[in-house]
Every structure is written in structure tokens, then in C-alpha cells.
């Protein structure tokens, strides 16, 4: 079973600029959840999807979106990029409930110049 | 508000020796505590959990131990080997509602030979 793939795997945007993230999770799995890691702050949870619906949100401005489309995959979107967006976004999947494992992709490096 | 604390964030280890990674808790709803390993370049890979029914949980030289009472659990990697050279991210979330997960700060593990 393939695993989560998200794309791309590196990018490097200038400030103000918006960008899009995409990620595929493992097929029937229902949750998509977006983690930024940085070093000082570890993994911060920006949002959970499930079945196309946002469930939960974490503590990032509004200049954070996301959406799930009907087959799982999701999308993260930043706009008005800041240097302080540079960071790996990772993304997870998992069946359904908050106690299942989550499967988590390579991440996506966002470098913002 | 860091939900989980972990401690230390950086640890380094003689190859055979013991490991040791420890977080507390503040959220009394959290009822499953996965750890996840993650090495440069990948995404975490959930490694061993446990939930608060039991005290410990042994997989192979990887263990949990679990404190209700204070709110703590730790990681012990026995007879540490450089391949568990990685970063160790201790979890936290409730199986009530649609919480989170909350992960700790991580650890990053150097084992010297």
C-alpha cells in the first residue's frame, strides 16, 4: 500500500507571495491533519480534515487555509508568505479517530526568502 | 501553551547504553501516548504507544513507562545502537471528542560508537 505523498517536496517563495501545498494520504484513510515543525517549536498542529470537513484547528492566523477534497486528498494554502513560514509542513493521515496511528509524508520544506 | 513538555531536546548516548526520554502531561482527557521517531529527511513513524490501563509496554528495546498519578511518561531505548540516531517525539490526545494530537518539543538522540 503506497504511503502518504505530499509535493512537492521543496520550495522557495519570497515574502507576500502565496503558496500551495499538496498531500495525498494512504488510500481509506478518512483524516488528513498538517503539522509545521520547526527546530525551536517541534510539530504544531495547523488543522485536521475528515471527510471533506475541517474538525479541528490549531493556533495560526487566518493566513492559513486548507481543504479536503471528496477522495481524501488535501490541500494547505499560505498566503502573504513571511519569513517566519520557512519550515518543514508536514502532513498525516489516518483512519479516523484522534487514537489511530498517523502515517505522516516526508513533508514539504518551505523556504521563504 | 505547550501541552506536553519533553525532556531533554538534545541527548547523547554510548552505543550500548540506555536512553532515556521523559514528558509530562497536563491534560487528564489525554488517554493515548504514542512516541514517533523521525530521521532527517522522513516524517515521524510512530515507534511504540501506550495507553494509561498500563503501566509499561516493551517492544523489543524500546519501552514506555507510564505515571497517571504524576502525569508523566518516559521512553527508555536499551542497549542504544547509532541506528537510533534520530529525533523522538513523545504524543499526547484524547479518544473524547475530536481533539488534537499534541506532540512534545522532541528530543534529537545521538548514540556514538
Known amino acids: 500500500k503506497a504511503g502518504v505523498t505530499q509535493t512537492p517536496r521543496y520550495l522557495i517563495k519570497t515574502r507576500g507571495q502565496q503558496v500551495t501545498l499538496s498531500c495525498s494520504p494512504i488510500?481509506?484513510?478518512?483524516?488528513v491533519s498538517w503539522y509545521q515543525q520547526t527546530p525551536g517549536q517541534g510539530l504544531q498542529f495547523l488543522f485536521e480534515?475528515?471527510?471533506?470537513?475541517?474538525?479541528n484547528k490549531g493556533n495560526f492566523p487566518g493566513r492559513f487555509s486548507g481543504r479536503q477534497f471528496s477522495n481524501s486528498r488535501s490541500e494547505m494554502n499560505v498566503s502573504t508568505l513571511e519569513l517566519g513560514d520557512s519550515a518543514l509542513y508536514l502532513c498525516?493521515?489516518?483512519?479516523?479517530?484522534?487514537?489511530?496511528?498517523?502515517?505522516f509524508g516526508p513533508g514539504t520544506r518551505l523556504t521563504v526568502l | 501553551q505547550q501541552q506536553v513538555k519533553q525532556s531533554p531536546q538534545s541527548l547523547i548516548v554510548q552505543k550500548g547504553g540506555i536512553s532515556i526520554i521523559n514528558c509530562a502531561y497536563e491534560?487528564?482527557?489525554?488517554?493515548?501516548f504514542p512516541w514517533y521517531q523521525q530521521f532527517p529527511g522522513k516524517g515521524p513513524a510512530l515507534l511504540i504507544a501506550?495507553?494509561?490501563?498500563?503501566s509499561e509496554k516493551k517492544e523489543g528495546r524500546f519501552t514506555i513507562s507510564f505515571n497517571k498519578s504524576a502525569k508523566q511518561f518516559s521512553l527508555h531505548i536499551m542497549d542504544s545502537q547509532p541506528g537510533d540516531s534520530a529525533t523522538y517525539f513523545c504524543?499526547?490526545?484524547?479518544?473524547?471528542?475530536?481533539?488534537?494530537?499534541?506532540f512534545g518539543i522532541g528530543t534529537k538522540l545521538q548514540v556514538i560508537p
Open positions: 498525516a493521515s489516518s483512519w479516523a479517530a484522534n487514537t489511530d496511528t498517523q502515517y
Open positions: 488510500s481509506g484513510h478518512r483524516s
Open positions: 480534515y475528515f471527510s471533506e470537513t475541517q474538525r
Open positions: 491534560n487528564t482527557a489525554f488517554d493515548y
Open positions: 501506550i495507553r494509561p490501563d498500563v
Open positions: 504524543a499526547a490526545s484524547s479518544s473524547g471528542g475530536y481533539q488534537k494530537v499534541t
